[in-house]
């Protein structure tokens, strides 16, 4: 399967979101940037999602949502650890 990636301004939930589509734009997975409470949330609509695709989308989405509306930088960015 081909994924792709795109950006929704979201008026409605006042931020800005980075899709993962598939080849036919369904969207699979979203990280969304609201500008209303300053928070980063990720969802999943589709199962059996490859990790590193995930991955991949937080890590774009760290880069290239960039701050809140407000100029407010976004949380750090974290590496998974072990413990």
Do not use: H
């Amino acid at each position: 399967m081909q994924y792709r990636y795109q950006f929704a301004s979201d008026v409605v939930r006042d931020g800005m979101g980075l899709e993962l589509t598939d080849e036919r734009w369904n969207i699979l997975a979203e990280v969304f940037r609201c500008d209303a409470n300053k928070s980063l949330t990720i969802s999943l609509f589709s199962e059996g999602l490859p990790f590193t695709e995930i991955e991949k989308l937080g890590s774009m989405a760290w880069k290239e949502l960039g701050s809140f509306e407000d100029g407010t930088p976004l949380p750090e960015q974290r590496e998974l650890n072990n413990g």
